[in-house]
């Protein structure tokens, strides 16, 4: 197979002018993670999902001087992203997105963008068929958030470790997953106005028999819970690659939290079996 088999075509694309609402909008209203940024014709950059939710982090100048209206997509663009041609194999692309760490490419024949590939496009590949490792031997350790961190908290884990976090209650079961996708589409209501702040009260660990004591945190004005997805799709660490795909795909996820007997034992992700893919 190659990358005219499985593209995703025509594409949506942005003008560099545009602001990043409107680039947010589109992927919202088509279910999107990424658009081509074109300029005259000419691709000039990519913008995804990932480049809007990293920047929600409140201490961000360039969002606490200038509404999500107002920015242009320019600012947040990846410039010169890399392309493939139609006939560029599926067994390549993969290992160029492991190798470059991005989840999509653009597909451009004579100077035009024909389609684009992108990760959830390489899971309807025949390659992924013949997957038959199994998840606890592919999936890897979680990263996890309490329910009341703030945004920024998480925001600083998700770009440290480049990756989702689960969301965990106070007794260690699972509440929760945020992913990029939270964080770009989240909505504030009016991003002009006043954030509303609220308190948290959070459970402090008591000592055995002992009295619970709760400690506040003051002026959060989002925390995980708010942005977090639930109820969150599981899978046995019997599984094999193939299964988990297959439910990634019926339910439009990337991962898949793998739990045991209630316990969270790790994760199993997209890039994962795009890296299978890839050797």
Not at 210 to 220: H, L, N, P, S, T
Not at 221 to 246: C, H, K, N, Q
Request: glycine share 4%; charged share 25%.
């Amino acid at each position: 197979m190659q990358a005219s088999d499985v593209m995703t075509s025509p594409v949506y694309v942005v003008a560099p002018h545009e602001n990043v609402a409107h680039a947010r909008n589109l992927m919202l209203k088509h279910k999107i993670s990424r658009l081509p940024v074109m300029d005259n014709d000419c691709i000039a950059g990519m913008i995804t999902k990932k480049d809007i939710g990293y920047r929600l982090r409140q201490s961000e100048p360039v969002w606490r001087r200038r509404p999500i209206d107002n920015i242009p997509v320019s600012v947040l663009m990846t410039c010169n992203p890399i392309s493939v041609r139609p006939e560029t194999a599926i067994r390549e692309i993969a290992a160029i997105m492991v190798e470059w760490d991005i989840s999509g490419v653009p597909v451009i024949e004579n100077g035009a963008v024909q389609g684009i590939v992108t990760k959830s496009d390489l899971l309807r590949s025949t390659l992924i068929g013949k997957l038959t490792t199994q998840v606890k031997d592919t999936m890897e350790d979680i990263i996890t958030v309490s329910r009341y961190h703030s945004l920024d908290h998480v925001i600083d884990i998700m770009r440290e470790r480049n990756d989702r976090v689960v969301v965990v209650n106070n007794d260690g079961t699972l509440a929760g997953i945020i992913t990029e996708s939270n964080l770009a589409f989240y909505l504030y209501g009016n991003v002009k106005a006043q954030i509303p702040q609220k308190d948290v009260k959070m459970l402090r660990k008591s000592e055995p028999g002992g009295k619970k004591q709760f400690r506040y945190i003051f002026e959060a004005s989002v925390v995980a819970e708010d942005l977090m997805s639930r109820p969150v799709i599981t899978i046995a660490s019997d599984a094999t690659l193939g299964e988990a795909v297959t439910i990634m795909r019926d339910r439009h996820i990337n991962s898949l939290v793998v739990v045991e007997d209630n316990e969270i034992k790790g994760i199993v992700k997209r890039d994962d079996v795009i890296k299978d893919v890839a050797q």
